[in-house]
C-alpha cells in the first residue's frame, strides 16, 4: 500500500528552472532517508540527491550550486528545486525512500518523471 508518486518533471531550455516534488503515502510508520536518482539513455542511475531523517543532505558534484533538495517532514513529502539546468540534465528522476511501514522496514521507488533540458 505504500506509494512514492513523483511531479513536476516536463520541458525545460537550458538555464531554466524545475521542480520536482514527490509524495509518499500509505500505510507509512516513519521514514528514513528520501533522495532523487535519476538515468539518462544509456547510462546507469546515479543518485542526484538524498536528505536523512535528521536533515543531513548529499548532492551528487554535478549538482552541487544548481539543485535544492528539501523535505517536509509532517507531509511526508520531499522536492528537487533544479536551477541552471544544463542539456545534460536531460534524464528520467526517481524518487527514493526508505521507510517502515507496520514491522516491515524497505526501499521503495517512485515510477519515475521525464525532465528534457534542450539546448
Known amino acids: 500500500q505504500v506509494q512514492l508518486v513523483e511531479s513536476g518533471g516536463g520541458l525545460v531550455q537550458a538555464g531554466g528552472s524545475l521542480r520536482l516534488s514527490c509524495a509518499a503515502s500509505?500505510?507509512?510508520?516513519?521514514?528514513?532517508?528520501m533522495g532523487w536518482y535519476r538515468q539518462a539513455p544509456g547510462k546507469q542511475r546515479e543518485l542526484v540527491a538524498d536528505i536523512t531523517s535528521g536533515g543531513r543532505i548529499y548532492y551528487a558534484e554535478s549538482v552541487k550550486g544548481r539543485f535544492t533538495i528539501s523535505r517536509d517532514y509532517a507531509k511526508n513529502t520531499v522536492s528537487l528545486l533544479m536551477n541552471s539546468l544544463k542539456p545534460e540534465d536531460t534524464a528520467v528522476y526517481y524518487c527514493?525512500?526508505?521507510?517502515?511501514?507496520?514491522?516491515?522496514?524497505?526501499?521503495?521507488w517512485g515510477q519515475g518523471t521525464q525532465v528534457t533540458v534542450s539546448s
Open positions: 527514493n525512500g526508505e521507510m517502515r511501514s507496520g514491522l516491515r522496514f524497505a526501499v521503495y
Open positions: 500509505g500505510s507509512i510508520s516513519s521514514i528514513n532517508n
